[in-house]
DNA sequence: TCGTAGCTTTACCAATTGGTCAAAAAGTGA
DNA sequence: TCACTTTTTGACCAATTGGTAAAGCTACGA
């Protein structure tokens, strides 16, 4: 069988497993959870409805492996905001780095915006276990920074949302923005976010 | 009938339609369009489920009628943003408000919300029709404040989706903010907002 | 008070959809 | 080639769900 207790998946199980994954993200992150039908993932990852429940236990398993594996993804760029650096650099930076993400993996943040809009339902646990831990501690360390004098004084907890949300919106609004605008937003929003935070941190 | 082609709606017309659509909002801001059901918005409205197709003709008719009308409540702020005001106290004010609905009105900003994550299948020619020209001329107006030197020089437009940005983030990611946050972060982000677009936009 | 239009409900459908099962097909090692 | 395991499929099922039909109830003006 395709459970997980064996030990090596064969090379048709990653291959279908990363086949099916894929496809679902592509569903999942258009339509929603519910929206979303084993019929239309099984089409989309060219396979049989039974066949995807061959590899999956069900719709739900996959929509969690997904949210499983979104999560790292999700938090590398602030993982990577270093204490020790420049601080208005590791700042303007990260904002780059969410922005780049919203350009590269619009699919993903559909998916994590979707999820947090009702509720998290099966992802509460991850936000309190993973997300709540390390928003402290960047936190601190951006608080240590203004505490320092190398930026001005400003909420962290506030910066850090503002970072999310502004970098976010250009891929879950992307259908907004691109009735708004008529050119790539990418450039000129990567211009106009690091002028925005330039002009705040500035101590 | 219940039809739109007669004249006056009965009273009872009145109170089951606004019953319903109330009902409505909470199901479909917390399920979205697939995810919520006749059933359970019947439930919500304390109306049986043939009761609710008497007035609504069906499930996607309720969707656009509680989309329609949140069109207007949601451009209203913007359209408030008055040329001949002074600037930069129009601009803070104009977030404020943003910031506001967010609070008072979480309901219509996540039914908005989602139907923009999915590609605003029922509201691409409202954002068409409605809020590209009000979003062109108030970005005109803002050119027209930066040209005349009394706001710095930013682009208007990623202005303008940076407030919506993170303005809507406190009611559409709430799950999220409260999972990070012990306080309610009204006050504070208003703060934190107001003291951003300040130092980003003092000429 | 009675007729009628407006409102509500009970019973029911047909389509969709997540999921099952047993058998067929395709690999795989000896 | 043969035995055996893994993969794939066609047929099927039960629950959910959007929606309908028709009968019953209620309010209200003449």
Redesign the pocket.
């Known amino acids: 069988?395709?459970d997980g207790t064996?030990k090596k998946p064969?090379?048709?199980?990653m291959r279908?497993r990363s086949l099916i994954l894929d496809a679902a993200l592509d569903v999942f992150s258009a339509h929603g959870y519910r929206g979303?039908?084993?019929?239309q993932i099984a089409e989309a990852a060219g396979?049989?409805?039974?066949?995807i429940?061959?590899y999956f236990?069900?719709?739900?398993e996959i929509h969690v492996t997904l949210l499983n594996q979104l999560m790292e993804t999700w938090l590398d760029p602030l993982v990577e905001m270093d204490a020790s650096g420049d601080p208005m650099t590791e700042l303007l930076d990260y904002v780059q780095r969410k922005l780049d993400m919203s350009r590269d993996l619009p699919r993903e943040s559909r998916l994590f915006a979707g999820e947090i809009l009702q509720g998290a339902p099966r992802m509460l646990p991850h936000l309190r276990a993973d997300l709540k831990p390390l928003f402290d501690e960047k936190c601190a360390i951006i608080q240590a920074w203004m505490n320092e004098g190398k930026l001005a004084q400003v909420d962290p907890r506030h910066l850090v949302f503002s970072i999310w949300a502004t970098t976010q919106h250009y891929a879950d609004f992307d259908t907004q923005v691109r009735t708004l605008l008529d050119d790539d937003p990418h450039d000129s929003a990567a211009r106009f976010l690091d002028q925005m935070y330039r002009s705040l941190l500035a101590p």
Chains 1, 2 share one sequence.
């Not at 064969?10 to 199980?13: A, D, P």
């Not at 979303?36 to 019929?39: E, G, S």
């Not at 396979?47 to 066949?51: A, F, Q, V, Y």
């Open positions: 069988m395709a064996s064969s090379r048709i199980q279908n979303a039908t084993l019929d396979l049989s409805k039974p066949n429940l061959y236990a069900g719709k739900e």
